[in-house]
């Protein structure tokens, strides 16, 4: 049977247009299914959502031929951690783990908006804009799914990248776990009197971290999470009163702060799908799961379930070979797992009662004094193997 194309995506998020890049640049035919408009070129002040993309991820994003713009793009060489009252300490730097830097901060928009564009470079792509899957079927060598935009497209497999609130999931009868940890995090972005650099921190409070992670130039994006209630108390603050806060609560490595950009807060959960594939289907990025965003690593997650993906429909013949999905299922599940109980962890240590947080304030203790578990931490969240030397 002829089918529209080898390779249907639904979400043209970061993961979706990261995975129809891979294998568009490979030759599959693929189709993109986005409920939104096609994503617009980055302009003006930096936008309030930031991710940091790690070694692994740049180099999948890379592999598809996408160009980030390098003038948004913020390398960074080190990460700080401690606590509040001072007990624990550590600080990763790349060189430790002979790498030039552990990856770049960038802003979501422009990622996608990067990959957006290399997708209009590639003849095998098509991009369905302002539509979404109303069904879809199996059928004897593919699946079948219905737009409701009136269009029914046929492909070998349907991949979801459709995000936390996946539809597609949905339609394939797939649960999710998930747990809300009745938190906020904060975004603020900043104007600072100092340029920012090549260091991104994060201080432990008993009521969660705050962190700073650098923008190019005088920007930076600072991070704030707090319980529901008290953060939505501090949303009600005007910009002089929330500075004045802000100068309170954050260590006073920034330098004055000049003004505050803009700001809005996101409620913190972590989701996991019972299954991340069905006959001609694979879920990927935050369609299967969702994690503590206080280590930076749903979008590297994301992208490295697009990176296993792409690598398994490239080797294979029949991108929807069951077996191969279950490959893939194998290998990313146990990853995605091993980091929601990682930030989990975290979360645990740093903010529950007393005796968990000085078990906490000892793990950094030990990371400090043991420089192989700490190459090892870093290796991990690097997306790189910590029991290989690179
Ligand atoms: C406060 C905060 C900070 C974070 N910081 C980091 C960080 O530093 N590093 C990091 O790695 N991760 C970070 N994350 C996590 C990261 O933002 C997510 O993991 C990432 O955005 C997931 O990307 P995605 O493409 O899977 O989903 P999304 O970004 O949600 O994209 C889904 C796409 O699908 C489209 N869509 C939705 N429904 C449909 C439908 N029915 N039909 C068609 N299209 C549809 C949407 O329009 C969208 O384009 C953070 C998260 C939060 C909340």
Redesign the pocket.
Known sequence: MQHDHDIII????????ALAARVGHAGFSVGL????DAPTPPSGDYDL??????AR?LAFVKASGTTLPEERCCPFRHIDVSNQDGTGHSLFSAQDSGMDDFGI?IE?RTL?YALWQRLEQLPSVTCYTQ???LSTITSSTGRLLELDNGKTLSARLIVG????????RELAGINVSSHDYHQR?M?INVETELPQQDVSWQVFTPTGPIAM?PLPGHRASL?WYDTDKTTQAREQLDDEALKAAIEMAFPKRLGNLIRIVARAS?P?KRQHAHRYIGKRLAL????AH??H?LA????????QDADTLAEIIIQGRDPGDYVNLLRFECQRRAANQAMIAATDSFHHLFTGAKPLRQLGDLSLQLAERFPFAKRMMMQQANGLNPFKFH
Request: hydrophobic fraction near 45%.
């Open positions: 639904v979400g043209g998020g970061m993961v979706g247009a299914v986005e409920h939104g959502r930031i991710s940091s993309l790690n991820s901060f979501n996608q539509c979404a899957p990248a459709d995000g936390a609130q996946s539809t597609l995090a975004i992670l991070v996101f913190i990927i990025g935050d369609a969702v994690v965003p930076g690593q749903g979008l590297n997650i994301g992208l």
